[in-house]
C-alpha cells in the first residue's frame, strides 16, 4: 500500500464514526433547541400552549371561556327523556315516544340487524354470533361470555330507561351502540324487546278473542 494512502484512510475512517457519535450524543443529551426534522409536516405550528398568556385579550388568557348558551356540537337535548333514558334522575319506566305498529315493526328490523346475531331472534341468547363462539369454546379456541337472555328476569324487571342506557353505553362485554343506533331506533328496539318477553309466557287471555279459534 503506498504511504500516501495511509493518512486518507485514516481521515476516511474517522469520518465515518462522526455521524454515529453525533447520534450518540443526541441520545444521550438534552437541549432547549428543537430537534432536526427534515420533514415537519404539522409538527412545528404556531399556538399556544396550556396555560400560555396572551395579550391579545384584557384578562389574558389564551383559553377563552365558553360564551352563555354554548352547546355540545351536533348535539341539543331538548328531550331528557327521549335522549336519556332517564326522568328526574330515575330511569324511565315509559316510552318518549307513542307504541305504535309502525314502531315495533322498525324495532324488529333494527333488532334484527344488531342484536339478534348475539341475543338471537327470539331473544333468548343464541344467535349465529353466540353459537359459533360455543363451538369454539368447547375446542379451546375461544373465550366468550355468553350473552344474557332478554327473557331473564333480571332484564325483564329493568325499566324501559335502563335497556335504553344498555343499548346506547353497553354493559359488561356488550358494546356500545349509541353510535350506531339513532335514539329513535333505540326505543323502537326497546318496545320490540318489550313484545318478545311478553310472548314467551303470553297466556289465552292475551290472544284477542276472534284469533283464539285459530290457535292450535
Not at 500516501?4 to 453525533?22: E, F, H, S
Not at 385579550?57 to 352547546?71: C, K, S
Not at 324487571?157 to 335502563?162: A, K, T, W
Request: glycine fraction near 6%.
Amino acid at each position: 500500500m503506498p504511504r500516501w494512502m495511509v493518512p486518507i484512510l485514516l481521515i476516511l475512517t474517522v469520518a465515518a464514526l462522526v455521524p454515529a457519535a453525533m447520534i450518540t450524543r443526541a441520545r444521550v443529551s438534552t437541549s432547549d433547541l428543537p430537534r432536526i426534522n427534515l420533514i415537519p409536516d404539522m409538527d412545528y405550528q404556531p399556538k399556544y400552549l396550556p396555560q400560555t398568556a396572551n395579550a391579545m385579550f384584557l384578562d389574558g388568557r389564551a383559553a377563552r371561556p365558553q360564551p352563555e348558551g354554548t352547546i355540545a356540537r351536533g348535539r341539543l337535548v331538548e328531550n331528557v327523556h327521549l335522549a336519556t333514558g332517564r326522568v328526574n334522575d330515575d330511569w324511565a319506566t315509559t316510552f318518549p315516544v307513542p307504541v305504535t305498529a309502525d314502531l315495533m315493526a322498525r324495532g324488529r328490523q333494527r333488532f334484527e340487524i344488531y342484536c339478534a346475531p348475539c341475543h338471537g331472534l327470539t331473544g333468548h341468547g343464541d344467535g349465529l354470533v353466540a353459537r359459533r363462539a360455543d363451538r369454539l369454546m368447547e375446542q379451546g379456541q375461544a373465550t366468550w361470555v355468553p350473552p344474557t337472555s332478554l327473557h331473564d328476569d333480571t332484564v325483564r324487571e329493568r325499566p324501559v330507561g335502563h335497556l335504553f342506557n344498555t343499548i346506547t353505553y353497553g354493559i359488561r362485554t356488550m358494546p356500545s351502540y349509541g353510535s350506531q343506533v339513532a335514539e329513535a331506533d333505540r326505543w323502537a328496539i326497546i318496545a320490540y324487546v318489550r313484545a318478545l318477553q311478553r310472548s314467551s309466557r303470553a297466556t289465552l287471555d292475551d290472544v284477542p278473542a276472534d284469533v283464539r279459534p285459530t290457535l292450535q
